[in-house]
């Protein structure tokens, strides 16, 4: 699959006067393939909205390559093909929800009033299009936000923090949106906190610390490693010690055992054992590793959180 | 054109509604207003007061606008991260600086037309002849001064790409204050024969750099009809090729730092 994002040992420099030079993205390899949600992930300061910025232009790379959509960053044809929404935007509080997207929609070259209303349907806003800015609560000035980073029907967006500080039903709002545009076979790039939204919604994850990449790749692969947990009863414990099954801790209960096994191991084998011997199985728990674990794990082990 | 047009409207669209602009322009038209009743207070002719006391007004109030309306421009529009979404799209820096000048040189267009206007209106009626030859001579005033304002919104505008609001403005308002009345100053020591060649140097280099705002104040010859422009036409011509000359090479000086600025 065609790459939408690829950067090559991208980095970002500054001087600072008594620690030298600070290192913000340090020689970065990313790779963000097309029609994918992609979370970026990261502590406070490890280089999330440094390496947005230089992938928008907006910032120059000290050393290093990037490709948006296969050009180089800072491209202005790139520019028509892609959209951003800052982590809490500011838009101009005078203009009503329909003028923000015709000034944005101007940008562009746009003038379709038909367009501008449908995108705000998109995003729930229509019956609000005459109220300005300044009258919109934070949900639906994030929503406007969308509605303007789909005017030029991009392939690839750049959200950062996009459910930052929005209520649960505005954030399950603008989830369900972002999982459109992937129905729509665009591709989303995802700067976030919010680690149980992005499990629930990318397909793969980056996550930086230090300005370095400390792990990428498919959730699920990187989510492997979980565990299950099988308790039994009127069965003996010797018959999993017979099992041979690696790294797995039994815990006698006031009745019955706990098996705590991987989840690499398939449980209906040890569940059809304990039957055969006529004992009984009172509960199977998958103990699925989270997007939470892997993070801290992650940045415990590349770091100190800065 | 199309985006340096929609953000110069944006530009103009923010600046019509920002309250310490406002109360400044109503002030501005409030001491035009009362301005006739200020000629009793002078020795001199009702008329020569008025009309001195009206431009001087109309100069003062856009001066204080221009300055304010452009040391903020980009340094809030980084902090208020609306530049990030527009420098997203297909727009390049150069057309972002240009589009807020432009839009800072309509707001004041709007703002200054708003108090000649008043101006005008009140001259003419306090006037016994009413002869609108003379108001037309008065118009002249603003004229020059909207293109001294335009010339000192391009130095808050260029200054604005790399300094501080506050500093810019301390800044952008100590070249207007050097530029307008040292110029003349610097002009004399130039000219002096007897200068020691330092000084004379100095005052070159100065005269050459700093923009000459004093050009602009043509107050007195249309205050005053005994003081005369040889060439009126020739002269105002003249200092607004200079004037448009000096904001292009700020702009383009500007661009050129703001295209490498990191925001």
Redesign the interface.
């Known amino acids: 699959m065609a790459a939408a994002i690829e950067t090559k040992q991208l980095t970002k420099s500054y001087k600072a006067r008594q620690a030298g030079t600070i290192n913000v993205v340090d020689h970065l390899d990313l790779h963000v393939e097309e029609g994918e949600i992609f979370g970026f992930l990261g502590p406070n300061g490890a280089g999330k909205t440094t390496t947005i910025?230089m992938l928008?232009?907006?910032?120059?790379p000290t050393s290093g390559e990037g490709f948006v959509l296969g050009k180089e960053i800072g491209d202005?044809?790139v520019?028509?093909l892609?959209?951003?929404?800052?982590?809490?935007?500011?838009?101009?509080e005078?203009?009503t929800g329909l003028e923000l997207l015709k000034?944005?929609g101007?940008?562009?070259?746009l003038t379709d009033k038909d367009k501008f209303i449908k995108l705000l349907e998109k995003v729930n806003l229509h019956r609000d299009m005459t109220k300005t800015i300044s009258q919109y609560s934070k949900g639906m000035q994030q929503r406007v936000?969308l509605a303007?980073s789909l005017l030029?029907d991009p392939k690839l967006l750049?959200l950062d923090e996009p459910t930052g500080g929005l209520d649960p039903i505005a954030h399950r709002e603008i989830r369900d949106l972002i999982l459109s545009f992937r129905d729509e076979g665009r591709t989303v790039f995802i700067s976030s906190h919010e680690l149980s939204e992005v499990e629930l919604i990318c397909d793969r994850v980056a996550i930086i610390n230090k300005g370095v990449i400390a792990a990428q790749g498919k959730l699920t692969e990187l989510l492997k490693g979980g565990r299950i947990e099988i308790t039994a009863e009127g069965v003996a414990e010797s018959l999993l010690a017979d099992m041979k099954i690696t790294d797995a801790n039994v815990r006698t209960l006031p009745v019955g055992f706990m098996l705590d096994m991987p989840e690499e191991n398939d449980p209906n084998s040890v569940i059809d054992a304990i039957r055969s011997q006529k004992g009984r199985v009172i509960s199977v728990v998958p103990r699925r590793k989270r997007l939470e674990d892997l993070f801290v794990e992650t940045v415990s082990s590349s770091g100190v959180n800065s | 054109m199309r985006p340096i047009l929609a953000i110069a409207s944006t530009t103009v669209g923010e600046a019509i509604r920002r309250r310490v602009l406002l109360v400044i322009l109503l002030i501005g038209v409030l001491f035009i207003v009362v301005a006739p009743g200020l000629g009793i207070l002078s020795a001199r002719s009702e008329t020569t007061v008025l009309r001195g006391f009206m431009l001087g007004v109309i100069q003062g109030v856009s001066c204080i606008i221009a300055v304010i309306l452009t040391v903020y421009m980009i340094p809030n529009e980084i902090e208020r991260r609306t530049i990030y979404t527009i420098l997203s799209k297909p727009v390049q820096r150069w057309q972002f600086l240009v589009g807020k000048y432009l839009g800072a040189v309509l707001s004041l267009l709007l703002m200054m037309a708003m108090m000649s206007a008043v101006m005008a209106f009140v001259f003419f009626l306090q006037q016994q002849s009413k002869n609108v030859g003379e108001v037309a001579d008065l118009m002249k005033g603003p004229m020059m001064y909207f293109v001294q304002m335009c010339l000192l919104a391009a130095v808050g505008i260029f200054f604005s790409t790399f300094l501080a609001p506050l500093v810019n403005f301390f800044l952008t308002v100590g070249v207007f204050l050097m530029g307008t009345f040292f110029n003349p100053l610097f002009q004399t020591l130039q000219e002096n024969q007897n200068t020691v060649p330092f000084v004379k140097y100095f005052a070159q280099g100065v005269n050459t750099f700093l923009p000459n705002f004093a050009n602009y104040n043509v107050q007195n010859p249309i205050i005053n009809p005994t003081s005369v422009i040889q060439n009126e036409g020739r002269y105002y011509l003249g200092i607004t090729v200079y004037g448009l000359v000096y904001i292009c090479i700020l702009l383009i000086i500007g661009i050129l730092i703001f295209d490498r600025k990191e925001v």
């Not at chain 1, 928008?56 to 120059?60: C, P, S, W």
């Not at chain 1, 892609?82 to 101009?92: A, F, N, T, V």
């Not at chain 1, 101007?106 to 070259?109: E, R």
């Open positions: 910025k928008l232009g907006i910032i120059y202005m044809d520019h028509r892609i959209s951003y929404l800052p982590e809490r935007p500011y838009y101009y005078h203009m000034f944005y101007s940008l562009f070259g936000g303007q030029n750049f």
